[in-house]
Structures are given as structure tokens and as C-alpha cells.
């Protein structure tokens, strides 16, 4: 989801993601990392966006499965006293970060999709810097 953004507007859209993601930690206890990339595929990703793996808590790469719902397990593990409803995944993947998360009760949120599906019952966002309108006020 990070990654994913046009040539033309990618350094004023880096620097904007950095951003939104140091308010999201500010306003919020945890702010983690899944992703279904490799570990050093993960940290090329970001360090390519000026991000470090610091301004996470918890980092989960693709040697465990999202697709599975291995990853997702392993993330409820990390914080034993969170109930799977108090988690909020951000994904841009309708099977893996919605569906897989569902089915283990965690809430869901989609970014990057240009035709919402009627039958995903979350927030379908167009963009990833449209999450400040929502989940930071």
C-alpha cells in the first residue's frame, strides 16, 4: 500500500505518507507493520520512501502468511490483552486484508480502490492520504 503511487507525485506523496504515519503513531497506542514481502524486500520498500522500520512496533513479513491468516494471527499475538474487534487493518487487497482479517473479527480498511465492492463491508478508500480525513481528526 505504501509503495503504491505515480512517478510524477511520488516525492510529494512520500514525504505525505511519512507524515500521515507519524500522526497515526501520535494519535494512537500501536501503529504496525504486515505486510506479504519478505523481510529484505520490506525494508528496501522502505527505506526507498524514507521510512524507518522504527516507527513501527511490530513488523510482520511475508515469511508468515497473510493469505492464511498466519500473519494476522501472529499480530493478535503481539498485544494478548486487545481483543481482535479493537484492531484496525489497512490494506489494499480485497482477499488478504479484507476477507482473511474478517474472518478473525479484526476491523478492516481499504485504500487504492477505484471501484468499491458492494459486498465489502468496510471503508473503501481511493487513496491512502484520504485515512487523515478519517482517522485523524
Known amino acids: 500500500t505504501l509503495e503504491n503511487t505515480k512517478k510524477k507525485e511520488k516525492k510529494i506523496k512520500k514525504n505525505k505518507k511519512i507524515e500521515l504515519l507519524n500522526k497515526l503513531k501520535q494519535k494512537y497506542k500501536h501503529v504496525d507493520l504486515i505486510t506479504g514481502s519478505i523481510r529484505p524486500i520490506a525494508e528496501k520498500k522502505l527505506k526507498k520512501l524514507n521510512i524507518s522500520l522504527s516507527l513501527f512496533d511490530q513488523v510482520i513479513t511475508g515469511e508468515v502468511g497473510k493469505s492464511d491468516g498466519s500473519a494476522y494471527r501472529a499480530w493478535l499475538k503481539c498485544y494478548p490483552d486487545f481483543k481482535p474487534e479493537q484492531f484496525l487493518y ?34 473503501q478508500l481511493s487513496n491512502l492520504l484520504s485515512l487523515k480525513k478519517y482517522l485523524i481528526s
Open 90 to 123: 489497512i490494506g489494499d487487497r480485497e482477499k488478504s486484508d479484507y476477507w482473511v482479517p474478517k474472518e478473525l473479527m479484526i476491523q478492516c480498511l481499504l485504500v487504492n480502490i477505484s471501484i468499491p465492492n458492494p459486498e465489502v463491508h468496510c471503508l
